[in-house]
Each structure stands twice: as C-alpha cells, then as structure tokens.
C-alpha cells in the first residue's frame, strides 16, 4: 500500500480517484479565472464605463475638422468581446491606420480622425473577422458602429 492510499473494506481506493470531481472542477474554474483575468489585462485593464466614449455618451465634435468612430464589440453570447482588436484604415493613398483594442465594458475609439473614407475591422480572438467597408468621417463627426460576432 501506498501513501496516497487507503483501504476502505479491504479494497484500495486511489485519492485521485477519490477527488477526481473535486480537481477537474479546480482545473476548470482555474482556466476559467484565468481566460478573465487574460481578457482584462489584453483589454489594457480598463474599468466600465471609462471615459473613452460610446454609443451612448458620444466623443465630442473637434473643432480641428477632425472626426471619430467608435462602437462596441460583442461575442458569440452578446457579452463583451474582450480581447479583440479593432483597427480603421482610411482608404486612398495615405493609408494610415489605427489599432483599438477593446475595453472590459466592449468600447472602443479612434478620436481624431482625418477625414476621409476608412475600412473598419474586428479581428475576435479565435480568429473570426468582421469588416465594414466604407466609413465615412467629415469634419467634425462621430460614426458609431457596432460588431456583433
């Protein structure tokens, strides 16, 4: 017999099969725990509700003539989509492009924009995209767009 054993009614039970239910649900809420805490710290560890706009407290208008888009990002349940990444690619010959990576509330926001039109992408963590082609920005602007996985 082992140290890692008992005899309960001259039959030998292993501990890991005692509380095998008990250390996969360990292993399960662990990789649970740290998939959130993963999302959270990729999110830039933002707090809900930050100040970085949305759908419903807009940026507002510059008088630089510049513009805006921002929106939310939903996965596959509706919740947050933590940990994606958005990026906008203005069109024609400049073709700068900006990177937003997703706050914990599902925000994000490009702020001073030039103005022109831009390719807008949703890259999710298990590599689906969406894609959203043209945007316009004017002068002055705020375009809101919303993904859903």
Same mark, same amino acid.
């Given at each position: 017999? !082992?140290?890692?054993? +008992?005899? !309960?009614?001259?039959?030998?039970?292993?501990?890991?099969?005692?509380?095998?239910? +008990?250390?996969?649900?360990?292993?399960?809420?662990?990789?649970?725990?740290?998939?959130?805490?993963?999302?959270?710290?990729?999110?830039?560890?933002?707090?809900?509700?930050?100040?970085?706009?949305?759908?419903?407290?807009?940026?507002?208008?510059? +008088?630089?003539?510049?513009?805006?888009?921002?929106?939310?990002?939903?996965?596959?349940?509706?919740?947050?989509?933590?940990?994606?990444?958005?990026?906008? !690619?203005?069109?024609?010959?400049?073709? +700068?492009?900006?990177?937003?990576?997703?706050?914990?509330?599902?925000?994000?926001?490009?702020?001073?924009?030039?103005?022109?039109?831009?390719?807008?992408?949703?890259?999710?963590?298990?590599?689906?995209?969406?894609?959203?082609?043209?945007?316009?920005?004017?002068?002055?602007?705020?375009? !809101?767009?919303?993904?859903?996985?």
């Amino acid at each position: 017999m !082992t140290a890692d054993s +008992k005899v !309960t009614d001259g039959r030998s039970i292993s501990l890991f099969k005692k509380h095998q239910n +008990k250390i996969t649900l360990g292993i399960i809420f662990g990789a649970i725990g740290a998939v959130l805490i993963g999302g959270f710290l990729l999110s830039g560890g933002t707090a809900p509700n930050s100040n970085i706009g949305s759908v419903f407290n807009p940026l507002p208008v510059y +008088k630089s003539g510049l513009g805006a888009i921002n929106g939310n990002v939903a996965g596959p349940l509706g919740l947050p989509a933590v940990g994606a990444t958005v990026v906008a !690619t203005e069109q024609g010959g400049s073709a +700068k492009s900006a990177n937003a990576f997703i706050s914990i509330d599902g925000k994000y926001v490009f702020s001073n924009l030039p103005p022109g039109k831009y390719i807008v992408m949703v890259a999710f963590p298990d590599g689906v995209n969406k894609v959203i082609n043209p945007v316009s920005v004017d002068p002055g602007s705020v375009q !809101t767009i919303n993904f859903k996985y």
